[in-house]
């Protein structure tokens, strides 16, 4: 077996199989030093494929754990399942309401036959509620929890941000919140619980502030792309530079937005001088439009790389807006080794970052199935035993 590093080394997870957002969860507590087991689906196993298509270096939401093949829906699997559980202190899942009790690998069954589990569940809708067992993705829960509406330019339809709000920062983060929560509470209990994360619950929670700003200033928040964080703002937002590449501007604090006044007005462009840009009218919004687009016309009369020439220095929170390419080469990125190589694959390295206990990338991805037998039987399945789950076809 591989030594763990990071804080979690000596946690034991079990994720059954599941898509995306529970890939990336148990993605994240690998990084993070647990030894997670990947449950696959047999039918993987035998096509040679995951979820997601062939293995590959490149299927980095697997990285870093181990993989036995099994038949969820034999009726010997639930007992292979809850013999595993017993060793787990943490068992992740990603079904719709219903299919784990279904399959006999339900809380009430794992959790009863190891007490201490923490027993982690991410669905859309959430475990109730009289949408929990509609199907749905990413950005169907965003939009039902009042992300969507609000991102996207005015005037235009609503645009989706990738699938990163509801699969990965409402979903996975979420439950790896929650899972760790349960284990610390665990500490002093000693005993384990159901963390039942939803990416709709997990949107909301990603937008707390904002239904604040609807509620109590029902002037202050007005339509997409006319407000203060959403590109409505003239010292807010993203700019078109000559060379058709973008860089981002946010000079919200009043000092940041003094060094952009007195940067912007050195270069003496009509409509854009000190009367224009008066600190005291900074929020008056009546004007954002006209500066907006007086902004607009300025960037695009230099390429990218001569305004970060410009404004190098300048506290007034400016950024280049980086492809993924770009990002991968940038040099702060590559001082802070924000990506690394696994196996010649470029990928995001493991984060937070950690003093005594840094989280670590084991390995590549194992394709389903690759470890069925030896980590099976280094989670305490005998040998007779797999001989015979492999023959009665459980395992694979």
């Known amino acids: 077996m591989i030594e763990r590093k990071g804080p979690l080394r000596g946690i034991k997870v079990l994720e059954l199989p599941n898509i995306g957002p529970l890939q990336h969860a148990g993605m994240m507590l690998a990084d993070l030093g647990a030894e997670v087991l990947r449950l696959d689906r047999k039918a993987h196993v035998e096509t040679g494929s995951g979820l997601q298509g062939p293995y590959t270096p490149y299927s980095v ?6 993989s036995a093949g099994i038949d969820l829906k034999h009726p010997l699997a639930a007992d292979l399942v809850g013999r595993l559980a017993e060793r787990a202190d943490v068992v992740v899942e990603g079904f719709r309401p219903g299919v784990a009790e279904r399959l006999g690998v339900g809380p009430e069954v794992l959790c009863a036959r190891n007490p201490r589990l923490v027993y982690g569940r991410m669905t859309g809708w959430g475990q109730e509620g009289p949408l929990a067992k509609d199907v ?20 235009g339809a609503p645009v989706p941000p990738l699938n ?10 979420l439950l790896v919140i929650g899972v760790l929560a349960a284990l610390v509470e665990r500490g002093s209990s000693g005993e384990g619980q159901v963390v039942d994360a939803a ?9 707390s502030i904002f239904y604040v700003f609807d509620q109590i200033a029902p002037g202050m928040w007005g339509p ?5 964080l959403d590109g409505g703002a003239h010292f807010y937002g993203v700019y078109e530079c000559r060379d058709g590449t973008y860089v981002s501007l946010a000079a919200f604090e009043p000092q940041f937005y003094a060094a952009l006044v007195r940067r912007v007005t050195d270069l003496g462009i009509p409509g854009l001088g000190a009367e224009d840009l008066q600190l005291e009218a900074q929020q008056e919004r009546a004007q954002w439009p006209v500066l907006r687009e007086r902004f607009a016309a300025m960037f695009r009369t230099r390429t990218r790389e001569e305004w970060l020439a410009f404004f190098a220095g300048d506290e007034i929170c400016f950024a280049p807006v980086l492809t993924m390419e770009e990002a991968r080469r940038h040099l702060h990125n590559v001082a802070r080794g924000t990506f690394t190589t696994v196996d010649g694959v470029e990928q995001s390295a493991p984060a937070p970052r950690f003093s005594r206990t840094p989280g670590a990338i084991a390995h590549a991805a194992h394709a389903a199935g690759a470890d069925t037998e030896a980590a099976l039987a280094d989670w305490g399945v005998a040998s007779n035993d797999l001989a015979a789950l492999r023959a009665a076809g459980v395992i694979a």
């Not at 749905?136 to 005037?155: E, F, K, R, S, T």
């Not at 990163?164 to 983060?173: I, Q």
């Not at 997409?224 to 203060?228: A, E, K, V």
């Open 61 to 66: 939401l697997d990285r870093g754990r181990r």
């Open 199 to 207: 990416m709709v619950d997990g949107s909301a929670l990603l937008m």
């Open 164 to 173: 990163l709000v509801g699969d990965f920062g409402g979903g996975s983060m």
């Open 136 to 155: 749905g993705h990413d950005i169907n829960y965003i939009a039902l929890a009042g992300v969507l509406a609000h991102v996207g330019p005015p005037g």
């Open 224 to 228: 997409r792309g006319t407000n203060l």
